[in-house]
């Protein structure tokens, strides 16, 4: 991809990462390999997946089913129990095929099962690629809200492989770009034009936006990998974007996607963003305006707005109870730890129901 075959925090390329695997797997020798996949990763990703792997070790394959709905600890108890069953100890090895879905509990199994397993993730949705695999942020919902239980622990490394994504629909493909979007506005006006024009550049192009979108998020997460500090400005636009996702988990009238969800979320924050720290209104107009002709509008009456601002108190950087907002003063200057008032998020809400 760019001459780089691995970055900080063991993130590799395709034909390395096959390598790296094989590599890995004899040299640790683990007693058992285990593969985990959900039903549509199992299909169209797996068996790329076990020809480019290419060993002649046995692999057990664990799957799932598809979907946020169940990313839970019911899914988890079968998966440590399927495990258990098949001979799985602690010198076995767990390696996440699949969406952030996937790898997020995955790594939870592995981080839990037997107090730690080794693990490696293979991401294969965009979203996943550029932000659900890289971290270290392992863990599932609780109920309808989002990664309440979990841990931190690095994955022995990511392979990233830009030929899943050709699995993708449009929808999901739309949702990960949603993250880098986000690290656009967090990092650099520059990155931001750079990552905007995704969908009409060449493969080799969003390649390199991927890379560089990869490495943003890798940068923060090494200076500060217990997010006490600089890794908070990665949940900018997820405060209001996690409530929004968990209200139409429990509200099945629409199914709203995770990079959907943000991407709201994120047109909130750039408004709360102007009202408090007088982010610059024509980057607001100019940013609402992209990303609206990106994933189209939301519909949210007064009840739902009342309903997600009510599960704001369950956001995991808040203190004492009260809510704090990661928000922009201009493109890549970012403050953590901001109160806002709860009138101030309904004329955001008004604001979006405007465009």
């Known amino acids: 991809m760019r001459g780089l075959t691995k970055i900080e925090g063991g993130i590799y390329e395709a034909m390395e990462g096959y390598e790296a695997i094989r590599s890995f797997i004899k040299s640790y020798n683990p007693s058992t390999t285990f593969v985990l996949v959900d039903n549509h990763t199992k299909k169209v990703c797996l068996p790329y997946f076990l020809d480019k792997l290419s060993i002649e070790k046995k692999i057990v394959v664990l799957e799932m089913p598809n979907g946020e709905n169940h990313k839970n600890i019911k899914t988890c108890l079968q ?15 767990l390696l996440n095929l699949g969406g952030g879905v996937v ?6 199994i592995a981080c839990t099962f037997k107090r730690g397993i080794q693990f490696i993730n293979i991401p294969t949705t965009l979203l996943a690629m550029v932000d659900a695999s890289v971290g270290g942020k392992n863990g599932v919902d ?43 506005l967090i990092t650099s006006k520059s990155y931001w034009n750079k990552a905007i024009n995704y969908f009409i550049v060449t493969e080799e192009e969003q390649k390199n936006i991927i890379w560089e979108s990869i490495k943003i998020k890798n940068k923060v997460v090494t200076k500060d990998p217990l997010e006490k500090g600089v890794r908070k400005t990665l949940n900018y636009g997820h405060t209001l974007g996690h409530a929004i996702e968990s209200y139409y988990l429990t509200h099945r009238e629409k199914r709203l996607l995770h990079g959907e969800a943000i991407a709201v979320g994120m047109i909130l924050a750039n408004f709360i963003s102007s009202e408090l720290l007088q982010f610059p209104k024509t980057i607001l107009e100019e940013t609402s305006d992209k990303i609206i ?30 809510v704090r907002f990661v928000l922009l003063t201009n493109f890549g200057e970012v403050k953590t730890d901001c109160k806002v008032p ?3 998020i309904h004329k955001a809400f008004e604001y979006y129901k405007n465009l």
């Not at 998966?79 to 090895?93: F, T």
């Not at 989002?146 to 699995?167: A, R």
């Not at 990106?294 to 601002?309: M, Y």
């Open 79 to 93: 998966l440590w129990q399927e495990l258990s069953n098949k001979g799985a100890d602690r010198k076995s090895l």
């Open 103 to 108: 790898t997020d509990l995955g790594g939870f």
């Open 142 to 184: 609780l109920g309808s809200l989002k990664n309440q239980i979990g841990v931190i622990k690095q994955p022995n490394f990511v392979i990233i492989d830009t030929e899943y994504l050709k699995t993708l629909s449009e929808t999901e493909t739309r949702s990960g770009f949603a993250e880098i979007i986000k690290h656009g």
């Open 293 to 322: 002709s990106i994933f189209g509008k939301v519909t949210f009456n007064d009840s739902a707005i009342s309903e997600i601002i009510k599960l704001l108190i369950h956001d995991k950087k808040n203190v004492n109870g009260e």
């Open 342 to 344: 709860n009138s101030l």
